[in-house]
């Protein structure tokens, strides 16, 4: 049961109230999706374990920084030029398509996106790829780079430009010197953001996977790069399944089977803050509910990591033959941060005491201006000014009688002895670092749809064809489904109160006294709520109720007095099915 998951999980997504395309009664926006009551719960729970996991259980601290951006931000962090996706565009019909998935389409290629757009134009005309909408022939259009990023103005008027956030990222990056701050200027230190980026995608496609708007929950985590270290110890044992780059370029390469551990020992993960981010990654999505025998982390090529990371994994998840991106696992080095420095006019290093006091050689200037200034009239600041940095940087150039230096690309040349050369022993109590940043990136909304695909079953009960879903009671819309056997005798009463008391316990409870008891179990099932409760006359009699588990359909009958206590335990993995039924075996 393999063949066309996904559109199956499309179709019960709508119809049951997971997810669904916005705005239908304006015919809906491609790239645009609604989660309905069961998908907003479960997203919502996918959040919550991740930030247990990613911020609780790491002790990092969690922000929500605003997704409507200033343009000197992204003029900054690279997006306004490189955030960019191919487009071809159909000679005939007009429509937009990416080139670069057109080629993969057509060809072995997996990842087209590091091709350069010179062969994707000589692949689109060597396969005679033609639009998808209307089958016109693509060959000679252009391909060109569009950018993604959504264009606002903030305020009235154009004076003021922003983007919508592609990434929750640069609202952790950009806050840095406050942030620092906070985190008493000792690293290392990590901040989460669990929120909204958008971008404005050529061909949004497979519902929710690929879509304008999406969640991110994000961790930037911040590291002096000579001195911190992971905690390996604590995930080396944890498997992995690796698609390294060199496997990738192989005609039948394979995957490497390992742990986190061994991978670092064969130089297979070469950054062990992004092996252990895989490590605290792999298990967290096995939490959720993601098929293990599904699920890999495959290294980027070099052509394919964007244009802030030295080194990139992907975990991936497959569904109907078709693998895609759940989460990015990068180490963005200090590119981020160098570049608000650089073009904001705050600091965004952070000072680091050394143990010791180091006395160090330091080379200085004095330039004499009443040299440079007659010699080289309105330039004379900007070339002192350009002498004091080259004596930081290279003080060998200092060792002739004359030192040149370049100004908004002009060269002047100085006498050394105006240049008021000399190097100095100073005592310093430590120096400004910029500090590095890994980056573990996952997007929520494929996580859902993962969730969902690999939890979707059919199989036949009492004759009768059922659809149901396997989820993890840690992230089930509804843990409990509680049900009057009949609207009658108090028993409706009864379940009313029964539910109530469950809510008060903190469980997420649904009831449902709405047709047949068979119909009812098939509802719950079809939206992998793990137990439903069932009052009938025994319950009014001697305080017991029938409680039934999803994926057995075996039913047990437990007290009253001890059901919410059961249930939580269940739900919290305090216990199994089996342990519950056993009780009720034994009488
Ligand atoms: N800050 C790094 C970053 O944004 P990314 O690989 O571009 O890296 C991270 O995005 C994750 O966000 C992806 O792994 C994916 O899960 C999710 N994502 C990206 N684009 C998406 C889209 N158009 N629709 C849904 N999810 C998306």
Redesign the pocket.
């Known amino acids: 049961m393999t063949e066309d998951i996904g559109e199956r999980v499309v179709e019960l997504a709508k119809r049951r109230g997971f997810f669904f395309q916005s705005n239908g009664a304006y015919g809906g926006v491609s790239g645009f999706y609604t989660y309905g009551p069961q998908g907003a719960t479960l997203k919502s729970n996918v959040e919550n374990a991740w930030r247990d996991r990613f911020a609780v259980q790491e002790g990092h601290q969690e922000i929500d920084a605003p997704t409507v951006m200033p343009e000197p931000v992204f003029e900054a962090s690279g997006h306004l030029d490189g955030f960019d996706d191919m487009l071809v565009e159909c000679p005939e019909c007009g429509e937009s398509h990416r080139a670069d998935h057109l080629v993969e389409d057509a060809t072995d290629i997996e990842d087209a996106e590091a091709v350069p757009i010179s062969e994707v134009e000589e692949m689109i005309a060597e396969h005679d790829l033609v639009c998808p909408n209307c089958g016109t022939e693509l060959a000679g259009e252009p391909v060109q780079d569009f950018n993604l990023m959504f264009e606002t103005n903030i305020g009235p008027g154009s004076s003021q430009p922003g983007y919508l956030r592609p990434?929750t990222?640069q609202g952790i990056f950009v806050e840095f010197p406050r942030l620092k701050e906070y985190a008493r200027n000792q690293l290392p230190f990590g901040v989460t953001q669990i929120g909204k980026a958008y971008?404005n995608?050529i061909s949004p496609r497979n519902s929710i996977?690929?879509?304008r708007e999406?969640t991110?929950a994000?961790l930037e985590h911040f590291i002096d790069p000579e001195e911190d270290e992971p905690p390996l110890e604590r995930v080396e044992d944890v498997e992995v399944t690796l698609y390294p780059a060199s496997e990738q370029n192989k005609e039948n390469g394979d995957y490497v089977e390992t742990t986190v551990g061994d991978a670092v020992e064969d130089g297979i993960l070469t950054n062990e803050w992004v092996a252990y981010y895989l490590g605290v990654a792999k298990p967290w999505y096995e939490r959720v509910g993601v098929d293990m025998d599904r699920f890999r982390f495959r290294q980027h090529l070099p052509g394919e990591r964007?244009h802030y990371a030295a080194d990139c994994w992907?975990a991936e998840s497959e569904i109907d033959g078709d693998w895609f991106?759940?989460?990015?696992l990068?180490y963005r080095s200090d590119y981020d941060l160098s570049k608000h420095g650089e073009y904001s006019d705050e600091e965004f290093t952070l000072f680091k005491q050394y143990d010791e006091p180091k006395t160090v050689e330091r080379a200085t200037v004095d330039p004499d201006m009443s040299y440079l200034g007659p010699e080289f009239g309105g330039q004379a600041g900007e070339i002192a000014d350009a002498l004091e940095t080259k004596a930081e940087r290279d003080r060998t150039a200092f060792d002739g009688d004359t030192v040149s230096v370049e100004v908004d690309g002009d060269e002047y040349v100085v006498p050394v002895e105006r240049t008021g050369f000399a190097v100095e022993e100073v005592t310093e109590s430590g120096e400004h670092i910029t500090p590095h940043v890994v980056?573990p990136?996952?997007?929520v909304?494929?996580v859902v749809y993962t969730v969902i695909a690999h939890a979707y079953r059919e199989d036949e009960v009492d004759g009768e064809e059922r659809t149901y879903l396997e989820l993890d009671a840690e992230v089930a819309p509804t843990t409990v489904g509680v049900f009057p056997l009949m609207d009658k005798d108090g028993m409706a009463e009864r379940a009313r109160e029964i539910a109530a008391e469950l809510r008060e316990n903190g469980l997420d409870v649904t009831y449902d006294d709405s047709g047949a008891i068979g119909r009812r179990y098939r509802r719950q099932d079809e939206v992998g709520t793990p137990f439903c409760v069932t009052v009938d006359y025994e319950t009014l009699e001697e305080g017991t109720v029938t409680v039934r588990e999803r994926d057995t359909t075996e039913q047990t009958r437990v007290d009253v007095d001890e059901l919410a206590e059961s249930l939580a335990g269940l739900r919290n993995g305090g216990g199994t099915f089996d342990e519950l039924l056993a009780p009720a075996d034994a009488e």
């Open positions: 990434e990222a971008r995608e996977i690929r879509v999406f991110q994000e964007a992907d991106e759940l989460a990015g990068a980056e990136s996952f997007g909304g494929r």
